[in-house]
T-cell receptor, first 110, second 119 residues
Framework: NAGVTQTPKFQVLKTGQSMTLQCAQD?????MYWYRQDPGMGLRLIYY???????DKGEVPNGYNVSRLNKREFSLRLESAAPSQTSVYFC?????????FGQGTRLTVV | AQTVTQSQPEMSVQEAETVTLSCTYD???????LFWYKQPPSRQMILVIR??????QNATENRFSVNFQKAAKSFSLKISDSQLGDTAMYFC????????????????FGKGTKLSVKP
């Protein structure tokens, strides 16, 4: 049982490049989340998906898009990366009240 | 809107001593869960302890215990007999429970407290 698998673990992008962060869970949970973590800011919600086929904006959605491809997978896309998007990104899968986190992606935009 | 506030950005404690991390939250709802998560340098998010709002008894997990004051909207974490492995970021978090028993809204985090345990 892998739990929440998040890829890649590290990534360096140039300004303007695009990329997709992948997240998959094998626990059959309905709810999935994407957070970003910045020093002194805690974890802030980017987007969430309460169920397959639905997505909603969180606190900091600008510059990101998401896809809930199926119940297992919830991807986060940066269409044109900016230095302000340098952060650590976490995917989480929730079965109330338990939350299960991926290992995080450290993204650097230069 | 719900908020979580951790007023101590950094704390330090000597090994084997006791330390208390503070957390306050704001909500007008009555049914929710509160959590403390530990994040060591590995970045992994580890659940330390959780408390259901309807339970008056404070949760405990080995050396970790909470002081839950619902009226004051306070949820502090006490770490007894601190160990070097307790060095980490600690996040307080909150999630509402919907009438049907699932989540209402999102898991909301405080900004974190960086705890250093000194030998």
């Amino acid at each position: 049982n892998a739990g929440v698998t998040q890829t890649p673990k590290f990534q360096v992008l140039k300004t303007g490049q695009s990329m997709t962060l992948q997240c998959a869970q094998d626990m059959n949970h309905n709810s999935m989340y994407w957070y970003r973590q910045d020093p002194g800011m805690g974890l802030r919600l980017i987007y969430y998906s309460a169920s397959e086929g639905t997505t909603d904006k969180g606190e900091v959605p600008n510059g990101y898009n998401v896809s809930r491809l199926n119940k297992r997978e919830f991807s986060l896309r940066l269409e044109s990366a900016a230095p302000s998007q340098t952060s650590v990104y976490f995917c989480a899968s929730v079965s109330h009240p338990e939350a299960f986190f991926g290992q995080g992606t450290r993204l650097t935009v230069v | 809107a719900q908020t979580v506030t951790q007023s101590q950005p950094e704390m330090s404690v000597q090994e084997a001593e006791t330390v208390t991390l503070s957390c306050t939250y704001d909500t007008s709802e009555s049914n929710y869960y509160l959590f403390w998560y530990k994040q060591p340098p590995s970045r992994q998010m580890i659940l330390v302890i959780r408390q259901e709002a309807y339970k008056q008894q404070n949760a405990t997990e080995n050396r970790f215990s909470v002081n839950f004051q619902k009226a004051a909207k306070s949820f502090s974490l006490k770490i007894s007999d601190s160990q070097l492995g307790d060095t980490a970021m600690y996040f307080c978090a909150f999630i509402l429970t919907a009438d049907y028993g699932g989540s209402q809204g999102n898991l909301i985090f405080g900004k974190g407290t960086k705890l250093s345990v000194k030998p």
